[in-house]
């Protein structure tokens, strides 16, 4: 959307719960309980009314068959409840899924396997609260031509701040092989995750910064250089492309705002020690511009 007076508004798909015409407006309602009206738009409005429409039977078809290809034999009404959760590439919480169909997750998860980062899944895992990590499927962009990416969104956190957490770890990958690096997201700014002394709360805002997380993502498409290059980067002619977006894209800001670092996969036993270091690092670091770099990273804990 363009508003006159101010700087475009993207609304995603996956946002949109309904798109509705009434009362000669057309209506889009959002997931999060948000509305957006058009008015005035005289003959346009049975004609938007039927593209947006069809936009979103579409993704939700798409979805359809991407859930079917792991369990074909889901009754059509239980796809299009489990679409709702994955539509546009967005990342399904766990309990979701279970709720509607409890034998998805397993699948899912062996798609990890299939995709070649079911170690750096499993390691995480038992450091997550697990009920509350989302995993996603997404198709490329030109359809059969390009390929089907699997990533995952894990929170880690507790209410001992100086255990390594305050962390949403993010990975996507295509297959086996291509997976580049794990990346790292704050939940709450460094000093308010110190304060919070009941598990509840912090559920509750892990909830938060999971849902804008997954949003933000689907936003930005999963491109991820935009969002670890540093400020004095963005200066040189070959990234000046991204300023205009930072600037413009505030799901893009809100990224790099909460970016902690990546890690990348060198070994496996390099990849561990490396994330116990990045975890130890957001929750003894205090200022929260400090990002995470392979140059910290040390021994800890001496048995990994």
Same mark, same amino acid.
């Given at each position: 959307?363009?508003?006159?007076?101010?700087?475009?508004?993207?609304?995603?798909?996956?946002? *949109?719960?309904?798109v509705k015409a009434e009362d000669h407006k057309l209506v889009i309602s959002g997931t999060s309980g948000g509305k957006v009206t058009f008015s005035k738009m005289a003959a346009k409005l049975d004609l938007?009314? +039927?593209?947006?429409?069809? /936009?979103?039977?579409? $993704?939700?078809?798409?979805?359809?068959?991407?859930?079917?290809?792991?369990?074909?034999? $889901?009754?059509?009404?239980?796809?299009?409840?489990?679409?709702?959760?994955? +539509?546009?590439?967005?990342? /399904?919480?766990? +309990?979701?899924?279970?709720?509607?169909?409890?034998?998805?997750?397993?699948?899912?998860?062996?798609?990890?396997?299939?995709?070649?980062?079911?170690?750096?899944?499993?390691? $995480?895992? &038992?450091?997550?609260?697990?009920?509350?990590?989302? *995993?996603?499927?997404?198709?490329?962009?030109?359809?059969?031509?390009?390929?089907?990416?699997?990533?995952?969104?894990?929170?880690?956190?507790?209410?001992?701040?100086?255990?390594?957490?305050?962390? *949403?770890?993010?990975?996507? &990958? @295509?297959?086996?092989?291509?997976?580049? /690096? &794990?990346?790292?997201?704050?939940?709450?700014?460094?000093?308010?995750?110190?304060?919070?002394?009941?598990?509840?709360?912090?559920?509750?805002? /892990?909830?938060?910064? $999971?849902?804008?997380?997954?949003?933000?993502?689907?936003?930005?498409?999963?491109?991820?250089?935009?969002?670890?290059?540093?400020d004095e980067r963005l200066a040189e002619p070959e990234y000046s492309r991204y300023l205009f977006s930072i600037r413009r894209i505030p799901e893009l800001r809100l990224l790099r705002n909460q970016y902690i670092g990546r890690v990348f996969h060198s070994s496996p036993e390099q990849w561990r020690r490396d994330v116990m270091s990045l975890?130890?690092?957001?929750?003894?670091?205090?200022?929260?511009?400090?990002?995470? &770099?392979?140059?910290? @990273?040390?021994?800890?804990?001496?048995?990994?």
């Amino acid at each position: 959307m363009i508003p006159e007076k101010d700087d475009f508004v993207r609304v995603p798909y996956s946002d *949109i719960e309904q798109v509705k015409a009434e009362d000669h407006k057309l209506v889009i309602s959002g997931t999060s309980g948000g509305k957006v009206t058009f008015s005035k738009m005289a003959a346009k409005l049975d004609l938007m009314n +039927r593209i947006l429409s069809g /936009a979103m039977n579409d $993704l939700s078809s798409r979805v359809q068959s991407m859930v079917k290809e792991l369990q074909p034999d $889901l009754d059509p009404i239980v796809l299009g409840r489990i679409s709702r959760f994955m +539509r546009e590439g967005k990342a /399904a919480k766990r +309990r979701d899924i279970e709720s509607i169909v409890p034998e998805l997750w397993g699948r899912l998860e062996k798609r990890m396997e299939a995709a070649g980062i079911s170690e750096e899944y499993g390691f $995480l895992k &038992t450091m997550s609260r697990q009920e509350k990590m989302c *995993i996603g499927l997404k198709r490329g962009l030109m359809g059969d031509l390009t390929e089907e990416y699997i990533w995952f969104l894990i929170p880690i956190y507790s209410t001992d701040p100086s255990e390594p957490g305050n962390a *949403i770890a993010m990975e996507s &990958t @295509a297959g086996e092989g291509k997976g580049g /690096a &794990t990346y790292f997201f704050r939940i709450l700014s460094r000093e308010d995750y110190s304060r919070f002394e009941k598990l509840e709360d912090l559920d509750q805002a /892990a909830d938060s910064s $999971l849902a804008r997380i997954n949003k933000c993502m689907t936003v930005v498409n999963f491109r991820r250089e935009p969002i670890y290059l540093q400020d004095e980067r963005l200066a040189e002619p070959e990234y000046s492309r991204y300023l205009f977006s930072i600037r413009r894209i505030p799901e893009l800001r809100l990224l790099r705002n909460q970016y902690i670092g990546r890690v990348f996969h060198s070994s496996p036993e390099q990849w561990r020690r490396d994330v116990m270091s990045l975890l130890k690092f957001n929750v003894i670091t205090e200022e929260d511009k400090d990002r995470w &770099t392979s140059e910290e @990273a040390e021994d800890w804990p001496p048995e990994i």
